[in-house]
């Protein structure tokens, strides 16, 4: 019964969403006036979520031993981060090959009013950077966050000793915030089960409706690339010992991020598996959090379904090199650029409508089927992030890096 005890509180979760959506099924958009309950959870998330970013990540960044060993991390991160998810979107390449997501489907298609155009340089603005301090400290700014924590970790650094009462004040801190989300989390039961009650009985008729061949593919495939491809990160990472700490570990974050549908607010889940598999402070608390912006194989795998789908609707062959080059490309910059970005999502979408050259009638088409596959797809986007954390251990620290001894709780 040892493995029950370990594995309460997930199970404890999953329960709740299986609650959650049998309401759903059966109340049906009736089930939407649970959403508060499910809002309110996701919303202390939110909060707590942004403090802790700037926090771990200035921590780690003051306690690291060199800037050279943080080029180190940051430059093994983004390898890893392109070629799981060139990897990701190869997979499903594969798939919508063997079986077309849009055969015989029929989506009325309206016409749409004109869309504000944004240069480039205005993105890049409004995504690395905040008008205010107090604009910064929001989960819409997290890459701007993200780097202003960086560049404040590397100020505490260079002070001296004048900064060593800042950096362990910051250590202390990210301690205090960790329990503070534990907290939280007591609540994480019936807010998941409310939300998912709510999301079900909304879009449950469109699982089983023109969307549901998509559906047959995406989630499948995205349960395959989570069980297979994560046990082979896990193997080249830490061999059979990684594997099985991986999957002792990982059922808390996936079943967090299935439910809200969010990866920020997985950081907590996700920092506390890093731990407990013996990543080092100063790599989990620069994967976890940057990864939860930049780092999205799901949102690859969801790039591919949804360019064929698109295929599929207007009855255009998707076939030819040049094809499928474009589509890995546009699904790596949604899941690794534009996934960071204000209003990525859209981008992304808006990309794909234009790089192929379809109408904007498909636009919608689009931002719904990303909303069906959105759940697994965040398992997917978050849970990358810690067995991404245990390769970049394994890139940075060699195969001794899950020594026993190492292994410690937060």
């Known amino acids: 019964m040892g493995w029950i005890r370990s594995y309460r ?101 309206e016409a749409q009013g004109d869309m504000k155009e944004v240069t480039l340089g205005e993105q890049l603005v409004q995504t690395v950077t905040a008008p205010d301090f107090r604009d910064l400290l929001s989960k819409e700014r997290m890459l701007a966050l993200i780097l202003m924590a960086a560049l404040f970790g590397i100020a505490v650094s260079q002070t001296g000793e004048k900064g060593i009462p800042v950096a362990r004040g910051l250590s202390a801190l990210s301690q205090v915030l960790i329990q503070w989300v534990g907290l939280i989390l007591w609540y994480a039961p019936i807010g998941l089960g409310a939300y998912f009650a709510a999301l079900v009985g909304e879009f449950g008729p469109q699982l089983v409706g023109s969307y549901a061949r998509a559906v047959l593919v995406y989630y499948p495939v995205a349960l395959l690339y989570f069980a297979l491809f994560f046990t082979l990160y896990a193997w080249i990472a830490g061999g059979k010992e990684g594997v099985r700490r ?124 990303g909303t069906v596959v959105d759940p697994p797809a965040t398992m997917v986007n978050a849970s990358g992030d810690t067995v991404s954390g245990m390769l970049l251990s394994r890139w940075t620290e060699g195969k001794g890096w899950m020594d026993r001894e190492r292994i410690r709780t937060l």
Request: with cysteine; proline share 6%; glycine share 10%.
């Open 246 to 369: 991986f999957w002792g570990v990982i059922l808390s974050p996936a079943v967090t991020a299935l439910a809200t549908g969010s990866s920020v607010a997985t950081i907590p889940a996700n920092l506390t598996a890093s731990a407990q598999l013996g990543i080092s402070k100063e790599v989990r608390d620069v994967v976890v959090p940057v990864g939860a912006t930049i780092h999205m194989d799901g949102s690859c795998l969801s790039a591919i379904l949804k360019i064929s789908f698109l295929f599929g609707l207007f009855h255009l062959p998707f076939e030819g090199i040049g094809t499928y080059l474009t589509a890995i490309g546009i699904a790596l910059l949604s899941g690794m650029v534009m996934s960071g970005v204000t209003g990525g999502g859209f981008i992304g979408e808006m990309l794909i409508v234009t790089m192929y050259g379809f109408p904007p009638e498909a636009l919608p088409v689009l931002a719904v089927l």
């Open 9 to 109: 509180f997930p199970l404890l979760l999953l329960s709740a969403i299986l609650i959650g959506s049998v309401i759903g099924l059966i109340w049906g958009p009736r089930s939407a006036v649970l959403k508060p309950l499910g809002d309110i959870f996701l919303n202390l998330m939110f909060v707590a979520v942004v403090p802790l970013v700037f926090v771990t990540i200035s921590s780690s960044i003051t306690n690291m031993s060199s800037l050279k060993r943080l080029g180190r991390i940051m430059g093994g991160m983004l390898l890893i981060f392109a070629v799981t998810g060139l990897i990701a979107s190869l997979l499903m390449l594969v798939s919508v090959k063997l079986f077309n997501p849009a055969e015989s489907v029929h989506i009325p298609l």
